[in-house]
């Protein structure tokens, strides 16, 4: 029997933090129903789920897995022309050119404030490799960015 009022605790607590993380992977398309798709199996798990050291690191996972069997285009925002405040033009374009593998360590530490270690239980890694992901994904950024001119 789950307990309902747990779960939803549980799940308004992860559902942000879900979508902020799921969206640099999965895109604005995908990102609802993959964060939908990921609570819906937390609810039919949720014995197992609660009883995880990072259940919002393991459901993302799933939301991840459940977008792919439906491969898009990634795109961060709705609108093509999004002006973000804070953020150089040029800055989103070069993320999504970015492999899965550093865009993903990229947006999970700089973009949702995940530790090494959360980003490193969420893709089934190491920390050294979280690690190696986000220096390689940071300097490919910064090379691109001076490429068009973004930043000194």
């Known amino acids: 029997m789950v307990d309902r009022d747990d779960f939803e605790r549980f799940a308004a607590d992860a559902r942000p933090r879900l979508q902020r993380a799921l969206l640099g992977v999965v895109g604005v398309d995908a990102v609802e129903d993959a964060v939908a798709e990921a609570l819906a199996y937390g609810f039919e798990h949720w014995a197992r789920v609660r009883e995880m050291e990072n259940p919002v690191g393991y459901l993302y996972r ?7 069997s439906r491969r898009r285009p990634v795109r961060l925002f709705l609108e093509p022309n999004v002006v973000i405040p804070e953020v150089d033009d040029g800055v989103v374009e070069s993320l999504l050119r970015l492999p899965e593998s550093q865009r993903t360590a990229v947006w999970l530490v700089h973009g949702c404030a ?7 239980d969420v893709l089934d890694v190491s920390t050294s490799t979280v690690a190696t992901h986000l220096a390689r994904g940071t300097q490919r950024l910064r090379e691109e960015l001076r490429r068009i001119n973004v930043v000194a």
Not at 114 to 120: F, L
């Open 62 to 68: 799933v939301g991840r897995s459940r977008a792919r």
């Open 114 to 120: 995940w530790s090494h270690r959360e980003v490193a």
